[in-house]
């Protein structure tokens, strides 16, 4: 049963940084693209940024400069650092494997995690 538990959002001031990871049970996230997603209230769940299998990382232009992925294989954990927090950062961000397609998640989504920045 694949299990992906997202952790490290909170309440944070703009201009501030924050540290999501994302846990992976039941698939090994060295064999995936994976992504992060966010959704903000009354939205759609947006792409964010993914890395790929070798490393190659992905961002939506407003959070280029501010945002990073990375992957801990061995941890089977995917991170996001940010910086720069603004308040339309303001989500909840969800990890998910994609497809090729990187913007398309496979279908397996956790809980999220809670990110709010305050102006």
């Known amino acids: 049963q694949v299990q992906l538990v997202e952790s490290g959002g909170g309440l944070v001031q703009a201009g501030g940084s924050l540290r999501l990871s994302c846990a992976a049970s039941?698939?090994?996230?060295?064999?995936?693209?994976m992504a992060w997603f966010r959704q903000a209230p009354g939205k759609d769940r947006e792409f964010v940024a993914a890395i790929s299998v070798s490393g190659t990382t992905y961002y939506v232009d407003p959070v280029k400069g501010r945002f990073t992925i990375s992957r801990d294989d061995a941890k089977n954990t995917v991170y996001l650092e940010m910086n720069s927090l603004k308040p339309d950062d303001t989500a909840v961000y969800y990890c998910?494997?994609?497809?090729?397609?990187?913007?398309?998640?496979?279908?397996?989504w956790g809980q999220g995690t809670q990110v709010t920045v305050s102006s």
């Open positions: 998910a494997p994609t497809s090729t397609n990187i913007r398309v998640a496979l279908g397996y």
């Open positions: 039941g698939l090994t996230l060295s064999t995936y693209v």
